[in-house]
């Protein structure tokens, strides 16, 4: 109860904040999205009554820009650089392995919410590649065969719980 009182008194700052600078939804569903980690419909749905700016209006902005996701984070989010240098030393293979393991094909969520497998261009790390990201943290030099074992560490700390 308390809780959800501090998310609508958020919420209203980030409204309040916004609501009279021209041009401003983006900016309003970044900070959003920066508070919960995606934008709900409800909330999509108040900014609408509070700004007057109509709900199709804000789903064409949150479904133009990849940024802006629709449903919350899966606990194990899982990243895979497929830039050149990873490509060429096997991330395809490593992403094969990844959707296999997981049941999860790149860009998805699993129904459950526990996994999400994203690739991505390259992560800055490239003299480790191939690489891959779990919850942020970096795995270097990955083999597919190795795979099950990372997922297996992430579910044992907890992670994917
Ligand atoms: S290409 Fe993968 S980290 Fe640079």
């Not at 789903?59 to 990243?79: D, G, M, R, W």
């Not at 919850?135 to 719980?161: R, S």
Request: hydrophobic share 35%; glycine share 8%.
């Amino acid at each position: 109860m308390a809780q959800q009182k501090t998310a609508d008194a958020e919420l209203s700052a980030i409204i309040s904040k916004w609501k009279h600078v021209e041009g401003s939804l983006v900016m309003m569903l970044h900070s959003v999205q920066d508070k919960l980690g995606y934008v709900p419909r409800e909330t999509a749905m108040v900014i609408s009554k509070e700004t007057g700016i109509p709900l199709a209006k804000i789903y064409e902005v949150l479904t133009f820009y990849h940024f802006f996701k629709l449903n919350p984070p899966a606990k194990c989010q899982i990243s895979v650089c497929t830039g050149t240098a990873c490509y060429l030393k096997g991330a395809p293979e490593i992403l094969k392995e990844i959707e296999k393991c997981t049941g999860v094909k790149d860009g998805q969520s699993s129904a459950d919410g526990k996994y999400s497998v994203t690739s991505l261009r390259c992560i800055g790390c490239c003299g480790l590649s191939p690489v891959i990201s779990i919850n942020g943290k970096i795995y270097g030099q990955v083999k597919p065969a190795q795979v099950k074992d990372i997922l297996a560490e992430v579910e044992k700390t907890g992670a994917a719980k």
